[in-house]
């Protein structure tokens, strides 16, 4: 039931992203060349949702096994070798975003509690969104735009989302559901397709 949530709040945070950013990177396109102007933070609200895009994706790719790897080696041992190496190869991912979560929160944490007054450079934070999360005060806007920290809850939320998605894997190894967390044979496939593509074609 967890995992099922996390993959649909993946999922579907994933193509609200990309159509955002789509959507935002075309109207400034339109407002530039239509009717001369500009929409100032488009820019910056872009360049947030690629950030976003790519921590999310890469926990996304953890779980449909997407990541390239190079696996000759470990092909030559026997499947319970292959079992221990891709054990190892994962428990070294879950030390690596266990270590990333703790930077990202920290970092994140900054923003947060002791620089909660810093702003992003462009992006509007309207009045009526600052009363839904019930920080207007007497009234007034608490912010001017943005606050950062909002922008870069993705670096301890996807380093979590990381963590977790590494841990499944290590799961399905240790059952057998899987041997690996690469996909190092998608290039191999791909060159296979293409080949038989153009023996068709002949």
């Not at 963590?163 to 190894?173: C, E, M």
Request: with cysteine; charged share 15%; glycine share 6%.
């Amino acid at each position: 039931m967890f995992a099922r949530i996390i993959n649909d709040i993946e999922e579907t945070v994933i193509a609200v992203l990309l159509g955002l950013m789509t959507l935002t990177t075309f109207s400034n396109v339109v407002a530039r060349y239509v009717f001369n102007s500009n929409l100032l933070w488009a820019l910056e609200l872009t360049t947030f949702i690629f950030a976003w895009l790519v921590i999310f994706g890469a926990s996304y790719g953890v779980k449909i096994v997407s990541h390239l790897g190079v696996d000759a080696l470990v092909n030559t041992f026997s499947p319970s070798t292959r079992r221990i190496l891709g054990l190892l190869a994962v428990a070294a991912c879950i030390a690596y975003a266990a270590i990333m979560l703790k930077a990202g929160w920290d970092y994140w944490s900054k923003f947060a509690y002791k620089a909660s007054f810093l702003e992003t450079q462009d992006l509007p934070f309207p009045i009526w969104l600052q009363s839904l999360f019930g920080l207007v005060e007497n009234g007034e806007a608490t912010y001017e735009r943005l606050p950062r920290y909002v922008p870069y809850f993705i670096l301890p939320f996807g380093m979590l989302l990381l963590l977790l998605r590494f841990l499944q894997a290590a799961f399905n190894i240790l059952i057998g559901k899987q041997t690996m967390v690469i996909a190092s044979h998608e290039a191999e496939d791909m060159v296979a397709e293409a080949a038989q593509a153009n023996k068709g074609e002949k």
